[in-house]
C-alpha cells in the first residue's frame, strides 16, 4: 500500500499523516475502496489487521498520527480520559525530552523546575514521570 505509506512522515515520536485530514478533529484522511476512512485506521489496518472494537484511540493524542503503536482499541470514554489527561500537550515534547524528564525527576530535580524549563505544566510534568502521558516512551 504505497500510496498509503508515501503520505507519512515518521519523526522521533509519532508518524504523522500528511496528506487530506478530515474538517473535524484534524484525523487523517485516506480514500480506499470508494470510501474516505480515517488515517489511522488505515494504518492500523495494514499493520494488524481488522481491530475487534470499533474505536482506536491515540495514546499520544495526536489526532494525525498514524503509527500503529501509538494507538489501541479502545472505547469512548477512555478516550476522553487520555485526552484530558495529556491536555495541550500534542507534539509539544520530543520523545528525548519525555526520556530527559524522566531522568531529570529521578535525579531529584523538582517537577515546578523542570515545567519551567520545557514551558508545559507541573501536572504535565507529573504525568509525564508517572508513565500516564508519552507511556510508550522507554528509558
Known amino acids: 500500500m504505497d500510496r498509503f505509506w508515501r503520505k507519512v512522515e515518521k519523526t522521533e515520536t509519532c508518524w504523522l499523516w500528511r496528506g487530506a485530514l478530515l474538517q473535524r478533529g484534524g484525523y487523517g484522511a485516506f480514500r480506499l475502496e470508494g470510501r474516505t476512512r480515517r488515517a489511522h485506521t488505515v494504518a492500523w489496518e495494514l499493520c494488524k489487521g481488522q481491530p475487534a472494537k470499533t474505536q ?3 495514546v499520544c493524542n495526536v489526532a494525525s498520527c498514524v503509527n500503529p503503536s501509538h494507538l489501541y482499541e479502545g472505547t469512548k470514554s477512555q478516550n476522553s480520559i487520555d485526552a484530558s489527561k495529556i491536555g495541550g500537550l500534542n507534539n509539544k515534547l520530543s520523545e528525548a525530552d ?3 524528564i524522566r531522568t531529570l525527576a529521578a535525579q531529584g530535580i523538582s517537577n515546578k523546575l523542570i515545567a ?3 514551558g508545559v505544566t507541573r501536572q504535565a510534568i507529573r504525568a ?8 510508550w516512551v522507554k528509558i
Request: charge should be positive; hydrophobic fraction near 35%; avoid cysteine.
Open 128 to 135: 509525564i514521570v508517572r508513565k500516564r502521558n508519552y507511556a
Open 56 to 58: 482506536l484511540n491515540h
Open 98 to 100: 519525555v526520556i530527559e
Open 116 to 118: 519551567e524549563k520545557y
